[in-house]
């Protein structure tokens, strides 16, 4: 195995990122942009591999002294809880960017924000350090402000300062809360540290920090990941920005970004839950099945199927605090595979609805009808995807819903039953219905000319499909590893680098 895998993975696509803006036509953009989301992939497969999947402790730690004297350090390294999302990452990035094959606006740009963003959520996914997890939280909005801004749809400033405004607020609330671990916090030198998981263990003595304080600090944290996620109230955001988003902005956003948000969850606020009121644990589960219920019957009002797609979005990941809240074994694995699922089938669904509206010229779902008739292999795609959302059994997505409210019935039955009966059965109706719509029935006369779309689109929808199925027949080897974090969670507390051996 290489050396320092974490910190290459990231300085990659960095520098890929600088060579791809200085390029000059569309065709040295995108080489440089498919070689530089290639070797990432490649270090996160070998990772992957070598990745003990036994074990509870960090693994390929680097950790090197940045600023001393502020306790910042640069440490990064993953467990079962940032790997699976590493591999996501690198996953979706080198599909987008396929994906994009054929983009002539500013392509140099729009394909060094692509490898910028990557850079964003890889270093999000792996960060040890809260000073350097929020510098990458942060960088991560420059790459997609710009996606909207630029190449976005009629409403695109609008839509991009909204994006930006909630997503910063969201993240200036959560740096308040790490400033409040940074100083209330000693190190037994007296110093002071952002390690992130030895300020999320010191939490739990009293003598540091009171009731009230770590009630504060987590209601911060809290409010940072559920606006990323995002979770009902905070959802509003969302839909604008997938809208106007160009087709790879909108599957990165909803594979990658939202997944930062579920991110922390595991991370940071899991740990710090039983040190907190109970009465907040049970705030995230409710936030979780509003969420689940009200996305699905907002997606099902929608008549553009890329809103639709969005609400989809609010609604898969209230599963994903459900979950959480639910504080079981199973319900935090599960939670943990629908970050995974969710991040694979999103983005065949954006793929799926911006294919439609550059191949068509409207996303408007009763203005479309029998697409199958001249869009035969898209067509099955498509249908996969909304199959694998819907949870069909043998695609992930039903694995990771299923495991979900299997561990989450122990702890909270009703709340359950209710998604059960509700959420499930209103998200079969608008998927089904939005394929009906579009892809079936006698063709329209002015799609008569219609074929399926360029062979680098299906390419990528192709893999993913892949993907979806495979992980929905054997979903062990991401559970496996995402079974065993899940078990340090609900049994904590959390070990520090230190007690882990490997600092």
């Not at 990432?40 to 999947?53: G, R, V």
């Not at 729009?110 to 850079?119: C, I, M, P, R, T």
Request: hydrophobic share 55%.
């Amino acid at each position: 195995m290489i050396s320092n895998p974490i910190s290459l993975m990231i300085a990659v696509p960095l520098i890929a990122m600088v060579v791809a803006f200085m390029t000059k036509t569309r065709s040295q953009a995108r080489i440089v942009a498919l070689i530089g989301s290639l070797v990432p992939l490649a270090i996160s497969l070998q990772m992957f591999m070598e990745f003990d999947k036994t074990s509870e402790i960090m693994q390929f730690v680097e950790s090197y002294d940045w600023v001393p004297s502020l306790g910042v350090k640069y440490t990064v390294g993953v467990d079962g809880i940032g790997l699976p999302l590493v591999l996501l990452s690198t996953i979706v990035s080198i599909l987008v960017v396929v994906y994009a094959w054929g983009e002539n606006t500013r392509p140099n740009q729009f394909f060094a924000l692509l490898l910028l963003n990557e850079v964003g959520v890889l270093g999000v996914f792996t960060a040890l350090d809260f000073f350097l997890f929020y510098i990458f939280w942060e960088i991560v909005l420059i790459p997609m402000y710009f996606l909207i801004g630029i190449w976005g749809g009629p409403r695109k400033d609008y839509s991009a300062i909204k994006f930006f405004i909630y997503t910063h607020v969201a993240s200036l609330v959560m740096l308040l809360s790490i400033f409040a671990l940074y100083f209330t916090y000693r190190t037994p030198a007296g110093g002071r540290t952002f390690d992130m998981l030895t300020l999320i263990q010191a939490t739990s003595d009293s003598t540091l920090f009171s009731p009230m304080l770590v009630n504060v600090i987590f209601l911060g944290l809290l409010f940072g990941f559920l606006v990323k996620m995002p979770a009902v109230p905070f959802h509003t955001w969302l839909p604008d920005a997938h809208v106007e988003a160009p087709t790879a902005g909108s599957v990165i956003l909803a594979a990658l970004l939202l997944k930062m948000g579920g991110y922390g969850l595991f991370r940071v606020i899991v740990p710090m839950m039983p040190n907190v009121s109970e009465h907040y644990v049970t705030l995230m589960a409710i936030i979780g099945v509003v969420s689940i219920l009200y996305g699905a019957f907002l997606a099902l009002s929608q008549k553009d199927i890329k809103k639709m797609v969005a609400y989809s979005s609010v609604s898969h990941m209230g599963y994903v605090l459900l979950g959480a809240g639910a504080f079981t074994w199973l319900s935090v694995q599960g939670a943990m595979f629908q970050q995974f699922s969710h991040g694979l089938i999103t983005c065949v669904l954006f793929m799926s609805a911006g294919t439609i509206g550059h191949t068509a010229g409207t996303r408007i779902i009763p203005e479309l009808g029998g697409l199958a008739d001249r869009m035969p292999k898209f067509a099955v795609l498509m249908m996969m995807g909304f199959l694998a959302s819907l949870g069909l059994p043998g695609m992930c997505g039903f694995i990771a819903e299923f495991t979900v409210l299997t561990g989450s019935y122990a702890t909270l039955p009703v709340y359950t039953l209710i998604v059960i009966f509700g959420g499930i059965v209103v998200t079969a109706g608008y998927h089904l219905w939005a394929m009906q719509k579009v892809m079936f029935g006698p063709i329209l006369k002015k799609y008569l000319d219609l074929h399926d779309p360029h062979s680098y689109e299906l390419l990528s929808m192709s893999i993913l499909v892949f993907l979806i199925v495979y992980f929905g027949v054997n979903p062990a080897p991401i559970m496996d590893i995402m079974g065993v974090a899940a078990e340090q969670l609900i049994e904590g507390p959390v070990m520090t680098l230190a007690q882990m051996g490997v600092v």
